[in-house]
């Protein structure tokens, strides 16, 4: 079976755009998470969801971070007027539930780089 | 704050010797332990996991110890091996969220 898949893997975009990054799970997994991972660092949380609702957005940095999983399957990480400081890779991962050690399966993620 | 923490960002062995890479944590509330394996380009893959309510976890070539006391965890791989050869994060979680606090990545390098 198919593992998530995320595209673009790239995307170089310029300071102020916007841009939107997408992520398809694997299929049956009700949980999806956004994390973000910068060089030399281990991957942020930003947001994850159960179902088509966001279960906890707590760790997206700020208003310009938005993502929807409008039917529950395929999501989409939304960046407006981004930054050179966003440049990072986002990963996302998927798993069968919500409950705590619940195996997470990544995505090979999107390298973002802001110019 | 860094709430999950790997001090060592890389560890060299020989092929065929223990390897053991370390992870502290600040949180006592975390109820989940979890050891993922990185290679370049690609996500993150699950190894191993531990609950808070046992000590050691084994899999294979791969073992986790938790000490809960020290709010201390150690993955033991044996043999090594040179496709051993990857980032290692620890991770950890609460027992009603699926949020994963990463640490920040232990390189390991196995010598054929």
């Known amino acids: 079976g198919a593992g998530v898949s995320q595209t673009p893997s790239n995307k170089v975009t310029e300071k102020g755009k916007y841009v939107e990054l997408r992520c398809d799970p694997i299929?049956?997994?009700?949980?999806l998470y956004w994390y973000r991972q910068s060089l030399g660092q281990g991957p942020e949380f930003l947001i994850y969801?159960?179902?088509?609702?966001?279960?906890?957005d707590s760790g997206l940095p700020n208003d310009r971070f938005f993502a929807v999983r409008p039917e529950g399957s395929v999501s989409t990480l939304k960046i407006q007027r981004t930054e050179r400081g966003d440049s990072a890779v986002y990963l996302c991962?998927?798993?069968?539930?919500?409950?705590?050690?619940?195996?997470?399966?990544f995505g090979p993620g999107t390298r973002l780089l802001v110019l | 704050d860094q709430q999950v923490k790997q001090n060592s960002p890389s560890l060299s062995v020989q092929e065929g010797r223990i390897s053991i890479l370390n992870c502290d944590y600040t949180?006592?509330?975390?109820?989940?332990f979890l050891w993922y394996k990185k290679y370049p380009a690609e996500g993150p893959t699950f190894l191993i996991s531990?609950?808070?309510?046992?000590d050691k976890n084994e899999d294979g070539r791969f073992t986790v110890f938790l000490n809960k006391s020290a709010k201390h965890l150690s993955l033991h791989i044996v043999p090594s091996q040179p496709g051993d050869s990857a980032v290692y994060f620890c991770?950890?979680?609460?027992?009603?969220?699926?949020?994963?606090?990463f640490g920040q990545g232990t390189t390991l390098q196995v010598k054929p």
């Open positions: 991962a998927s798993s069968l539930g919500l409950a705590g050690g619940e195996t997470q399966y």
């Open positions: 299929s049956g997994h009700t949980a």
């Open positions: 969801f159960q179902g088509t609702g966001a279960a906890d």
């Open positions: 949180n006592s509330m975390f109820d989940y």
């Open positions: 531990i609950s808070s309510i046992k």
């Open positions: 991770a950890a979680s609460g027992i009603n969220t699926g949020k994963l606090i």
